[in-house]
């Protein structure tokens, strides 16, 4: 007699394997969560099905299961992760509200290795004290070029997921690789590196601002949380505030996890309206941390003049 793969799965759900992890989604259609193999969870048989990626459950209409945290679970290679992310429905959330939750991007020790080279000198270019400027309480560093390899893949492959989307909003046709849209930024002027490191501890806060560095702007960024809110920090939301034309501002928090990132429009997004298209401006923010030190990673595409 042959075992079919749905039996192996659910073997690896009875014995709660934690092997199994990364490998398979069990999708449970009573309570409409998915979780890892391996939860404590206790559905029966005829209720569950299997998804291959978090993509297929949440297609799916499931969402992660609050005891396992199968969105938590980070498995595979860069490139790997990556492709696991919903880019159609990354796209749609960002075409209707400005932002995105890519997703849990970066393992604790990825996490914890970046926050460390905070203080290794040599891999930035500049320091900025953003009290200095007015754009607030804390400190971020600019990475220089040549980027940690690390810094150099998420830029490389975030760009080629997030390139159609920006060809949408723009009707620009930017190249396909982030070489090419490096090569445009130099024919400007912008040659200077911008994925950030920002810094805050108790009390300190980002302005809402817009990550603007030159006439090159690409339209759309990213940021990745590297500490546990509630855990490392407690504060220090991420907002957003969005201005349409003769309306009040509308303010959004994205929630954001370890290792967590989102997309989010650097100046602002297209809404189609009865008569054309118009534009409605972005800015973003962090507000106060009540506690405890959060480091955050920023993902410009555009160069800096
Ligand atoms: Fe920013
Ligand atoms: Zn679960």
Redesign the pocket.
Known sequence: MSTTLDEIYWNAILARDTRANGKFWSCVKTTG?Y??PS?A?RPKRENVIFAQSRAEAERAGFRP?K??R?DRYVSGDLPSRIADIDWARVGGNLRDNGWASLGRVLSDDECTALIKGYDAPDRYRSTVAMRRHGFGEGEYRYYAYPLPPLIADLRTQLYARVVPIARTWTARDYPADHAGYQKQCAARGQTRSTPLILKYGKGDHNRLHQDLYGDEVFPIQIAILLSQPGKDFDGGEFVMTEQSPRKQSRAMVAPLEKGFAIAFAVNERPVEGARGIYKVKMRHGVSEIRSGSRYCLGIIFHDAI
């Open positions: 969560v979780c890892l939860c969870g299961c005891r396992c199968p």
